[in-house]
């Protein structure tokens, strides 16, 4: 996939004026701060630094956008949410962008919803989670940093996450940024929603 950086967002009103600008649909990639939102999008575009990446949680604090495909669809990178130290206020900071972009989107078909593939979703995580169920949001489950583990492993850890998020293992798909792990089987996956929106659409 090829992508290109359309604008970074700081508030809702914005969003709603840039979005009036196409037509596609949206996809977007949640999850908590480092947990690698901005690896994975360069991993999917293969680009290094399309998006920012950093060591220091709390890097992405805005709405990205970026253009996939020459206007197939748009990918919006959402600010990492609950960083340990300020857990309560940095959730509430998330859930104010979060929120409202999920309220205003008329365009978002899937989120992708990144987790740690090594450690038990936390709180945050499962919150997310029990929010686009609730809302009727389809979404999959990333389980990032796969690198870290071995194959056996990760393996375990995937049905691990599932079963804590009380989800099907099949809706968990290890990724590597680092390696390219998994990013076929995510490819797929977007490739085959949007082919059913854009059958529906006609
Ligand atoms: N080993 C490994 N490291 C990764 C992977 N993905 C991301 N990282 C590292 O994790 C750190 C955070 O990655 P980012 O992509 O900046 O995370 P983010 O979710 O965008 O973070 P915020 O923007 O702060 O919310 C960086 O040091 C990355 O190099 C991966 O698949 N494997
Ligand atoms: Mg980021």
């Given at each position: 996939?090829?992508?290109?950086?359309?604008?970074?967002?700081?508030?809702?009103?914005?969003?709603?004026?840039e979005s009036?600008?196409?037509?596609?649909?949206?996809?977007?990639?949640?999850?908590?701060?480092?947990v690698?939102?901005?690896?994975?999008?360069?991993?999917?575009?293969?680009?290094?630094?399309?998006?920012?990446?950093?060591?220091?949680?709390?890097?992405t604090?805005?709405?990205?956008?970026?253009?996939?495909?020459?206007?197939?669809?748009?990918?919006?990178?959402?600010?990492?949410?609950?960083?340990?130290?300020?857990?309560?206020?940095?959730?509430?900071?998330w859930?104010?962008?979060t929120?409202?972009?999920?309220?205003?989107?008329q365009?978002?078909?899937?989120?992708?919803?990144?987790?740690?593939?090594?450690?038990?979703?936390?709180?945050?995580?499962?919150?997310?989670?029990?929010?686009?169920?609730?809302?009727?949001?389809?979404?999959?489950?990333v389980?990032?940093?796969?690198?870290?583990?071995?194959?056996?492993q990760?393996?375990?850890?995937?049905?691990?996450?599932?079963?804590?998020?009380?989800?099907?293992?099949?809706?968990?798909?290890?990724?590597?940024?680092?390696?390219?792990a998994?990013?076929?089987?995510?490819?797929?996956?977007?490739?085959a929603?949007?082919?059913?929106?854009?059958?529906?659409?006609?």
């Amino acid at each position: 996939m090829t992508g290109i950086f359309i604008k970074s967002i700081a508030d809702l009103a914005t969003y709603e004026k840039e979005s009036a600008n196409y037509v596609c649909p949206e996809i977007c990639v949640a999850g908590r701060s480092n947990v690698g939102k901005s690896s994975f999008i360069n991993m999917l575009t293969c680009r290094k630094k399309l998006a920012k990446t950093s060591a220091t949680p709390g890097r992405t604090r805005l709405l990205n956008l970026f253009d996939i495909d020459g206007g197939r669809f748009v990918l919006v990178d959402l600010p990492g949410y609950g960083y340990a130290k300020a857990s309560k206020s940095e959730i509430e900071k998330w859930s104010r962008l979060t929120d409202g972009y999920f309220r205003a989107t008329q365009k978002l078909i899937h989120t992708l919803a990144l987790v740690d593939i090594r450690h038990e979703p936390s709180e945050a995580d499962k919150q997310m989670i029990n929010y686009l169920y609730e809302t009727g949001k389809p979404f999959t489950v990333v389980a990032t940093k796969a690198d870290k583990l071995s194959r056996a492993q990760a393996d375990r850890a995937k049905r691990a996450v599932a079963s804590a998020l009380r989800i099907g293992a099949d809706n968990v798909i290890a990724t590597s940024a680092l390696s390219g792990a998994g990013r076929e089987e995510i490819t797929d996956r977007i490739n085959a929603m949007l082919d059913a929106y854009y059958a529906d659409a006609r």
